[in-house]
T-cell receptor, first 111, second 108 residues
Framework: NAGVTQTPKFQVLKTGQSMTLQCAQD?????MSWYRQDPGMGLRLIHY???????DQGEVPNGYNVSRSTTEDFPLRLLSAAPSQTSVYFC??????????FGEGSRLTVL | GQNIDQPTEMTATEGAIVQINCTYQ??????LFWYQQHAGEAPTFLSY????GLEEKGRFSSFLSRSKGYSYLLLKELQMKDSASYLC?????????FGTGTRLLVSP
């Protein structure tokens, strides 16, 4: 049982580059979300989705784009990377939004 | 908006009991959740409260008072492996918002 799978686990980007963090879950969860975690600031919600075709903004959505074409996948796109987006990114899924199952995280460095 | 406060760091001794407090202010409330996160790992779900009162789950218990905007996580019979960060989170309008977490250090 894979649960929530995130790729890549590590990535280094240059300022201005774009990239996509992939997230897939095999638990048939309707709810999926993306967080970033920075020292001293805890987990902050970027975007979330309550089902295929539905997405909404979280606390810190600027500079990020998401789509939810299937129940299983919820990719996070960085349109033009900035050093302020250096962080650890976690994807999570849930039946309803509270009890989240997290992926292992993706560590992104923007130079 | 939401505001969630918890202590930054706590220390305790192996075998002891520790209580981690969390206070919150929110415009809508659908539940309070506690997660554990070991250094370098992803958070894992511990417990949740929707109604007032105490929920017990083995060595861990969580309490909620909605009128006071207050919750605590109680850890009994502390073990070295309990050294981790404990994250308080509030579910409001389908968004789960986290506090900054409490780092617990358990010493022998």
């Amino acid at each position: 049982n894979a649960g929530v799978t995130q790729t890549p686990k590590f990535q280094v980007l240059k300022t201005g580059q774009s990239m996509t963090l992939q997230c897939a879950q095999d638990m048939n969860h309707e709810y999926m979300s993306w967080y970033r975690q920075d020292p001293g600031m805890g987990l902050r919600l970027i975007h979330y989705s309550v089902g295929a075709g539905i997405t909404d903004q979280g606390e810190v959505p600027n500079g990020y784009n998401v789509s939810r074409s299937t129940t299983e996948d919820f990719p996070l796109r960085l349109l033009s990377a900035a050093p302020s987006q250096t962080s650890v990114y976690f994807c999570a899924s849930s039946i309803t939004g509270g009890k989240l199952f997290f992926g292992e995280g993706s560590r992104l460095t923007v130079l | 908006g939401q505001n969630i406060d918890q202590p930054t760091e706590m220390t305790a001794t192996e075998g002891a009991i520790v209580q981690i407090n969390c206070t919150y202010q929110t415009s809508g409330f659908n539940g309070l959740f506690w997660y554990q996160q070991h250094a370098g790992e992803a958070p894992t779900f511990l417990s949740y409260n929707v109604l007032d009162g105490l929920e017990e789950k083995g060595r861990f218990s969580s309490f909620l008072s909605r009128s006071k905007g207050y919750s605590y996580l109680l850890l009994k019979e502390l073990q070295m492996k309990d050294s981790a960060s404990y994250l308080c989170a509030v579910l409001s309008f389908q968004k789960l918002v986290f506090g900054t977490g409490t780092r617990l250090l358990v010493s022998p």
